[in-house]
T-cell receptor
């Protein structure tokens, strides 16, 4: 069964450093997403991406964040200068379609736990 | 603004007992509704979804949920739980015309022998 994969599973970084979280969405999906879950809190939407551009983003997704699809398979989230409060589990998701219809189910990866020291 | 409320942060239950996890949402427009499960140290797995049609939706692992538009609720139920159902359960909503999922705070289901 096709699945979303994420690497690394755990990333430890120093405050102020840049990190790149990587995701390989399901191969025939067209919509890609990043969510995060701070420990003990709810899962929060960060950004959605379609046709090589951001289609929707939350207020959390400020200038420190960027997303990219560098090739035909990877989808990355970059945090330019990490802060302590960026420590969270980051989930990548993908879907075949976007806003509606029976194929709009979002499939989630296992997550990358980011720890900022 | 859209919001999802999961009324119980923790639900302890004995094995083979029935369980209901409550979810209410706020929206004045059409929505799609989802329940996801997160097992320890794993990602989110879709249990079931309501897009349209029958208000009673059946999902994986014996779970079902009922969409009640008048009460803006989408409660999750299982008639007989197993130890293996111990996990965090998240209710989520997606507005018509938008991509993002809005999640509730989660309910931790703890099944005891």
């Amino acid at each position: 069964e096709p699945e979303v994969t994420q690497t690394p599973s755990h990333q430890v970084t120093q405050m102020g450093q840049e990190v790149i979280l990587r995701c390989v969405p399901i191969s025939n999906h067209l919509y890609f997403y990043w969510y995060r879950q701070i420990l003990g809190q709810k899962v929060e939407f960060l950004v959605s991406f379609y046709n090589n551009e951001i289609s929707e983003k939350s207020e959390i997704f400020d200038d420190q964040f960027s997303v990219e699809r560098p090739d035909g398979s990877n989808f990355t989230l970059k945090i330019r200068s990490t802060k302590l409060e960026d420590s969270a589990m980051y989930f990548c998701a993908s879907s075949a379609t976007g806003t509606g219809g029976i194929y709009n189910e979002q499939f989630f990866g296992p997550g990358t736990r980011l720890t900022v020291l | 603004a859209q919001s999802v409320t999961q009324l119980d942060s923790q639900v302890p239950v004995f094995e083979e007992a029935p369980v209901e996890l409550r979810c209410n949402y706020s929206s004045s427009v059409s929505v799609y509704l989802f329940w996801y499960v997160q097992y320890p140290n794993q990602g989110l797995q879709l249990l079931l979804k309501y897009l349209s049609g029958s208000t009673l939706v059946k999902g994986i692992n014996g779970f079902e949920a009922e969409f009640n538009k008048s009460q803006t609720s989408f409660h999750l139920r299982k008639p007989s739980v197993h130890i293996s159902d111990t996990a965090e359960y998240f209710c989520a909503v997606k507005r018509e015309g938008y991509n993002k999922l809005i999640f509730g705070a989660g309910t931790r289901l703890a099944v005891h022998p």
